[in-house]
């Protein structure tokens, strides 16, 4: 059983072991962030939350965030570095481990460490015995708080090194093996190599956060076809949606122009393959991951034995990793009823109406006109990301104040309060 979890741990023991562990030690540097905000789009709505992103670029170990004064809840997108691509035959780097999770319970003024993680190094690579070889390397760890995810995977190299376990796996090189997903919510194996010689070795792909790297495959309309990169996933925890964590495209040993197709990256930035060609003499250099998307390295073409001419040959460089942190700093305070039930503040005296809120957190919500408590409308029970409806009839012709007081549980006070007007119109006469 311990071995079973060390190989796969599932999202839900993650989840359920992770806390947010405030740092005991106050010489940590503290985290330099971009920040952004935006409004919550809700089906209906007079209260819309305003949400903060704070998002964490810069490669960093352990700096120290401090949770805003009146924030409780976080959610937060964590991807470590994407590994670097092999070369010589070579297979691409996987993507960093990507967790996207939402309503973390943090503490108000505490510290929490941040990690970014930095992209791996692409492999160098020669034939010359008096030049050194470097092998590819695994992307850096990201974290937020005791949520933490691996780097990527870095693709495999020729015959002697093969593609990494990773929080998705290096792409497999045409003799060795692909590596795995390791700790990763979203994670995903790197494609296998091909040791196909007559279609020049194709490679596979490294793993993204959206799917597995693609196989090397030979004899595709008569040539080899190294994989593609695992595709990307999507987050829209800044409020719109951007793809992140791609695999590495796999390159190729190509002793012609046409001999073999190198693998594209993966969607969401992942670095693309490249091959030698004999008959140019080109320095080989797999793409480079898009940084601040965890996404792996491309993977470096091969030469042929007889020619040494240029020396080295370069696998891409994964990506580096990045957290975003989201909390609602604000409540968009509207005297819209917005798109739904009620398109305008306008009614008609005693008919049914339906005043509605977008509750952004949990608490009770308490709806009055000319100051006084609608009956029914007392203490509804607010849930978050739910609507709280208030059925009313107007008793009042002309302007009526309406007054909407929100309570977030476990805060003492008033939470925030709404005011507007309603204009109530008489009646269609019956004659």
Known sequence: MKNRVTKAISASVILAVSLIVPLDHAAAAVCTSTKSTFTGNGTIGLLNAIYTVESFTTVVTGCTWAVPSNVTKVDALIIAGGGGGGTWVAGGGGAGGMMDTSSISVTPNANISITVGAGGSGATRSILASISSTAATNGGVSSFGAYSVNGGGYGGSWSDVAGQNGGSGGGGTGNLAQGNTTNSLYGNNG????????YSYPSGGGGGAGGVGLNGQSNINGMGKSGDGGPGRASTITGTSVTYAGGGGAGCHGNTAISCVVGQGGTGGGGTGDMWIITTHQTSRGGNG???????????????????????????????????????????????????????TSTTYRTPTQMNVNAPVNGKITFLQFGKRIPGCLNLTAVAGATVTCNWKPAYHGQIPITVNYFQTGVSGLFKSANFVFSTIKRASSR
């Open 191 to 198: 494609g296998t190599g091909n040791s196909d010689g007559t």
């Open 290 to 344: 898009l940084d601040n998307t965890g996404s792996g390295g491309g993977g470096g073409g091969g030469p042929n034995a007889t020619v040494y001419n240029p020396s080295y040959y370069y696998g891409g460089n994964g990506g580096s990793g990045v957290v975003v942190v989201r909390y609602i700093s604000d409540l968009n305070l509207s005297s819209s009823l917005g798109t739904g039930s009620i398109t305008s």
